[in-house]
């Protein structure tokens, strides 16, 4: 059993998961900042009331999975997203004390629902900025994180906040259409009319950005395009079939829509990032690997093949030809095999001959040529 990808697919279901589920609730929490009424606000926190602090559990299993199971890719990730992880985590403190005090505290009930209302704005941003670094790319060398704890607040991060939070306040509004009395239909619809448009403007926006923000997704795209066309088409679909189902019966409608379009873009996310553990730099294998640095050399058609974790290609080009001299080709990502792979790939040209540099980010296939451990070709040189 491949150990590595089963954990990842546990992770990426509880991030989607979480998403679907706790989206709505933050969604909820961010437009009590828009209803005048201490009734309706009443209504809507009632309506998130049996589920909201349920739902973050699956953060937490985010977290518990990504440390258990990929040690470097959380050492990586957590110094370079300290800052918007830390304060999602005290906005949603902060929600937990603001819903607890209003219900105990009537005279003061609406700055409670103030404070809870901007603490699901926050935490809603601070996951669109995660999201935001993770596409563009955190900065790693060696095996550590190398760039500043500040990358996250670039404007191509800003704007994945703003699509998260609008995209939250569409879960939230389908929630209410759903879940409350005609007391909040007229308001929730209002704000679907709004939100919607404004989300999809924003989501459109961010893909074409990304394409030159990030050039990986440029390359996964032109690698997969129908399978990236079908998911962009759904979410559409989905989109279409909301807008027109704004206060209209059934309620149920627009929040199995608005789930469906949210569930395409987190399976097109995943198409797009799958196999990284850490976005473009570092894969699942790789990261749950004990032995990162293992190097396996082998000799193959016309030139002596190496296979190097590609966590360390980079290191190994500079101390390969700091020793013979020489010089690097450009690296490519190619699938070099006839089964399913993919790997990094160049030629380091030296005087003592030419070498073949792989940083295979699936699996080496097996057989691929006969490779050994380099450990095992220094002994037979001896």
């Known amino acids: 059993m491949d150990m590595p990808l089963l954990c990842a697919g546990f992770a990426a279901l509880s991030v989607a998961l979480y998403v679907l589920l706790d989206g709505f609730d933050l969604g909820v929490g961010a437009l009590l900042l828009l209803q005048p009424h201490e009734r309706s606000r009443d209504h809507m ?15 937490i299993m985010t977290g518990v999975t990504l440390l258990a199971a990929f040690p470097i890719a959380y050492g990586i990730l957590m110094p370079a997203l300290y800052i918007p992880i830390i304060v999602m985590l005290l906005a949603l403190g902060l929600r937990g004390v603001s819903f607890e005090f209003r219900a105990q505290m009537k005279r003061y009930r609406r700055r409670w629902d103030v404070i809870f209302a901007i603490g699901s704005i926050a935490a809603a941003c601070m996951q669109g900025l995660i999201l935001g670094a993770l596409l563009k790319g ?66 459109g926006f961010v893909v074409e950005t990304s394409f030159s923000v990030q050039p990986g997704i440029l390359a996964v795209w032109k690698a997969h395009p129908l399978l990236l066309g079908t998911v962009s088409c759904i979410v559409l679909i989905a989109a279409l079939i909301l807008f027109g189902s704004i206060g209209k019966r059934p309620d149920v409608r627009p929040l199995a829509a608005s789930m469906v379009m949210i ?31 293992q190097i396996f050399v082998g000799a193959q058609y016309d030139t002596n093949h190496v296979y190097v974790s590609p966590f360390n290609v980079d290191a190994f080009v500079a101390s390969f030809l700091g020793t013979f001299g020489g010089k690097s080709t450009k690296q490519v990502i190619a699938t070099v095999t006839p089964t399913p792979s993919k790997t990094t790939s160049q030629l380091l040209q030296t005087p003592v001959g030419t070498v073949s540099l792989f940083g295979f980010l699936t699996p080496i296939p097996a057989p691929f040529g006969a490779w050994t451990s380099i450990t095992k070709v220094a002994e037979e040189a001896r």
């Open 45 to 59: 926190v009632d309506s998130i009331t049996p589920t909201w602090d349920g739902n973050e559990t699956w953060l």
């Open 263 to 293: 569930a395409a873009g987190i399976a097109g996310l995943a198409i797009i990032v799958f196999p990284m553990v850490v976005p473009f730099r570092l894969s699942i294998w790789s990261a749950s690997s004990p032995r990162l640095s």
């Open 138 to 203: 955190i900065s790693v060398e060696r095996s550590s994180f190398s760039g500043s704890v500040f990358d996250c607040f670039r404007p191509f991060s800003l704007l994945c906040a703003l699509c998260v939070l609008e995209g939250y306040v569409v879960l939230g509004g389908c929630w209410l259409e759903y879940k409350t009395s005609a007391l909040l239909h007229g308001f929730s619809i209002r704000a679907l009319r709004i939100a919607l448009p404004l989300f999809l403007l924003t989501f």
